[in-house]
């Protein structure tokens, strides 16, 4: 692992794992050893412990019987619960950020669309991975409520380390996937509120999706092996 600077240190500590965690890079029920991530990184402990409790709260990690860490399990009913709370966070977003949207969005928008559009296109998953992130962010500042931003944000890792997972399996589907998108941001363009949470859920149903099959080949493929 990499040197980390003095400053905010547990920040860097959450950040550094967690994009390990969302490229697959640390597995799902990997373990997560306390010490030898305070060895590798040069710091004392503390920082490393409470950037586990961090990735715990996000459900990045959780608690083994003995008290440790390891990488989360990605759990078919566990992807449900996230998708049935996306979809009751951000059609609420992308409802009210058609009834508050300003002019001056839209320049940030329409590039944040041409970039995820540009990503399917070219296979960039990073690249469609970080447009889906920023559009989620800006969708819900401009909508403008702090506390679905709040929660939002929290449930954002893990939403990343799904996608991550499906699109690296089925990367010529996520255009049907994208296009809802495109379809809510036209909406919100034209200041339609239910048009704009409805494009919202055709999204989120087409990208669970996406998940299952990727992930039941994935299992498959586990078995044949």
């Not at 996000?58 to 990690?61: A, G, H, N, P, R």
């Given at each position: 692992m990499d040197q980390l600077s003095k400053?905010?240190?547990?920040?860097q500590i959450v950040d550094l794992i967690s994009k390990k965690i969302i490229r697959q890079e640390l597995k799902p029920g990997e373990a997560i050893v306390e010490t030898q991530i305070s060895?590798?990184?040069g710091v004392s402990r503390s920082p490393?412990?409470?950037a586990l409790h961090i990735l715990e709260q996000?459900?990045?990690?959780e608690r083994t019987p003995k008290g440790g860490y390891q990488v989360s399990?990605?759990?078919m009913e566990n992807i449900q619960y996230l998708f049935e709370t996306a979809v009751v966070l951000y059609q609420f977003a992308f409802s009210k950020a058609a009834e508050k949207v300003d002019p001056t969005d839209y320049p940030a928008l329409e590039s944040l669309m041409l970039?995820?559009?540009?990503?399917?296109e070219g296979n960039d998953f990073e690249l469609y991975i970080t447009s889906v992130t920023q559009m989620a962010h800006k969708?819900?500042?401009i909508a403008g409520n702090p506390m679905i931003e709040r929660i939002a944000r929290e449930l954002m890792p893990t939403a990343e380390r799904i996608q991550w997972a499906s699109i690296t399996m089925l990367p010529d589907q996520l255009k049907k996937v994208v296009s809802h998108v495109r379809r809510g941001v036209e909406s919100i363009y034209k200041k339609q509120p239910d048009e704009a949470a409805s494009a919202f859920g055709d999204f989120a149903a087409a990208h669970i999706e996406v998940v299952i099959e990727s992930l039941n080949q994935s299992s498959e493929q586990t078995a044949t092996n």
């Open positions: 400053n905010n240190l547990s920040d060895k590798e990184l490393v412990r409470d996000i459900w990045l990690v399990m990605l759990t970039r995820m559009e540009a990503s399917i969708i819900l500042e």
